[in-house]
């Protein structure tokens, strides 16, 4: 991530993490505790549109001793994300502020180019 911070835009955030978009090369980031993930566009999408869709998939119950309950495997074999029901809410909220962000922001330049 050696780009200029001037040039990152933060779409939606809370106190847990963000999600933002480096304008320059369209890298989407997903910060959520101690987890960063980066994303072109379309992997961004189907990353959410999969956690979002799988949340209540018995394949993804796994109740671990810290209170978390959903765990998702990733390409890494020793790699897991694991979520509580309050963090899948907060992460889901965060797409859904992103996905009216970036909505807004086709309008808008919709109605530039017209």
Known sequence: ??????RFKILS???DGYIGVCECCQQFNFAYKTVLL???EDEFH???E????NRYTPQYYAPLHHGRTRMYSSPHSNLFLVY???ELDAV???YQETL???EAQKLLLSNRMN
């Open 1 to 6: 991530m050696g780009h200029e911070n001037s």
């Open 13 to 15: 955030e809370n106190v």
């Open 38 to 40: 980066t994303f072109s």
């Open 46 to 48: 189907r990353f959410f």
């Open 50 to 53: 999969w956690i979002i869709a």
């Open 84 to 86: 509580s029901d309050e």
């Open 92 to 94: 889901t909220h965060l």
């Open 100 to 102: 009216l962000i970036l």
